[in-house]
């Protein structure tokens, strides 16, 4: 029980994707200048990138490794992960238009989101047992949500910010995406 918390912690706060290893920007940038959107955002990305994860490993484990055909997990998970959009896709607009059309083109970006296939390819190849898979897989997928949340959180008010002309915008967000890297950096001594 010990391992799984370390490992939640981990993908959460110590080896955050987006912060210490810097995947999944596209999302980040794009989708968090207001609230709303970057938490829909984070919880799509979080269905998406656990069940991607986990039945990448599923079939990586059961499929490729069984019939030695490993070289081919790239292909496989990628065809997954847009599934799994595709999936993620076609339940938001049926339940929530409004969410899905606020998403807009950063929904079908999921399938490009580097930070989906990182995790399935980390896990596989650190060789993790299916619970660990998944504790793993919810850990990156909270911190990646974690992280949008707090960022459009900044980001809104940095609207009104008495910043200078050259800052505003991208400039700011940037420096203010910086400084968010540096404090998610006093958590690698968790670790």
């Known amino acids: 029980m010990a391992d799984l918390a370390l490992i939640l912690i981990g993908a959460l706060l110590v080896n955050n994707f987006v912060l210490a290893q810097f995947l999944g920007l596209c999302p ?104 660990k898979t998944i504790v793993f897989s919810i850990g990156a997928a909270a911190g990646f949500s974690l992280v949008l949340a707090m960022f459009s959180a900044i980001r809104e008010r940095l609207v009104g910010a008495d910043a200078p002309k050259a800052f505003q915008g991208a400039p700011i967000a940037l420096v203010t995406a910086g400084l968010m890297s540096l404090g998610f950096l006093g958590f690698s001594g968790l670790g």
């Open 28 to 131: 980040f940038m794009g989708v968090t200048q207001n609230f709303g959107p970057a938490l829909a955002m984070g919880a799509a990305t979080t269905f998406v990138l656990t069940l991607a994860s986990v039945t990448c490993h599923l079939a990586y484990n059961g499929l490729l490794v069984p019939l030695g055909l490993e070289w081919l997990r790239i292909i496989v998970f990628i065809v997954v992960i847009a599934s799994a959009v595709q999936f993620t896709e076609l339940y938001l607009r049926a339940v929530s238009p409004v969410v899905h059309r606020r998403l807009g083109v950063y929904l079908p970006l999921i399938t490009t989101n580097c930070a989906v296939l990182g995790v399935a390819l980390l896990t596989v190849g650190a060789h993790l047992p299916l619970p």
